[in-house]
């Protein structure tokens, strides 16, 4: 009986070692190594794990896509074989895997791959070779060592672990600015309410004094602003403000309009000439575009802009009359009026910023060579704050 069991135990240690060739993973590696070597694909494709050959399946798929002229060149069992593109197995020394780690069913291999340095043309005939260090994973499957294409070398785990703390570094930035852009915004918009909610008049000029200088200040003695050709003159209706000429034109002072979030403009208008585009009022980035923008077309439509929103007047103002007019924005959207009723609104929240430098009544300050307007203003008042229809109202009333 003893005899039995040692042939059997024997025998068993026989079939063992005949089902396992590849007691060893670097021994598995050296005989890839040598498959590829000698092209022999059938046996190269077989030493990949199944999650590995399903990856190689996928590549070679794509590069067929891109490639149809050379597809039976690039299918799975010669993708990583007798490929058209150079490929990292070629590369490898044979006989020059050693065992690095071994966890379980996983194992790290050192292989070796030789170099050229001290090139006399640079890409072209290096006088020296060295061997350079490199890895090849492999894992344990159905008993046999097997290349892994799918889990990350150590080199390319360090990479990734670099990568992910990069993201999260990055992602933590992204919060933390976020953080400080949602603060800002809100100490925006409590600013905004606190200056919304206080309705008031920033400038008025009713032209009643004679300009000094070139210039004419307003009545609250805090804003001038500055007589570019256009002059005041004496109409049965009182002075005005009266531009009758190219070029002419007046510059209002830029923190007047400057980080307005909300507020009114008011005027009395009349067309001068029948045929002729009135520039009325103009807030405009040096160079660029119309910040805040008033026309009265050639049809008397009036456009009114504030950033990239624009309405346009229902009615036409007709040359020789003098008509009531007003401008709101804020949160509540930008509103016309014309002789205290409304005319145009938009209900998307619209504010005058900063960017634009430079504020004219009368031409285009980005080029002040265009025609100029004819047009004569009564009565300029400037508010800051929201006003609702009962505001507007009153404030008509009291022109």
Known sequence: MKFLRAVSLLLFAIITACSNPQEKPEDAVNDFLRAVRKHDCKKVFGYFSTPSQEKVREESAKEIRNYPSYAEQLTPEKFYCSSMFANRFLTFNVGSATLQKIEGDNAVVGVTYTQGKNELIPGFFPTKFVKMPDTVQVVRENGSWKIDLVTPSPVEK??????????????????????????????????????????????????????????????????????????????????????????????????????????????????DDAERLNRVLLKVLPGVFSETGIHVLEDGQIHYSVQRTTIHSSERLQPGRFYRLAFAWGDSGMRIYIDGKLDAKSDQPAQITATAKLTELGRDPNNPHKTGSRMTIRDLRVYEGSADEETIARLFAEQ
């Open 158 to 271: 360090l990479a990734i672990e670099a990568r992910e703390k990069a993201k999260a570094r990055e992602q933590e930035l992204m919060a933390q600015e976020r953080q400080k852009m949602a603060i800002a915004e809100e100490r925006l918009r409590e600013t905004i309410r606190e200056k919304c909610g206080d309705f008031h008049l920033l400038a008025r000029w009713t032209f009643q004094g004679r300009p000094e200088a070139g210039t004419i200040q307003d009545e609250t003695r805090k804003f001038t602003a500055e007589l570019l050709g256009a002059h005041i003159v004496d109409l049965p209706e009182g002075q005005a403000l009266q531009f009758q000429a190219d070029k002419e034109a007046v510059r209002l002072p830029e923190n007047l309009l400057n980080n307005r979030a909300c507020g009114v403009i008011m005027f009395w208008f009349r067309r």
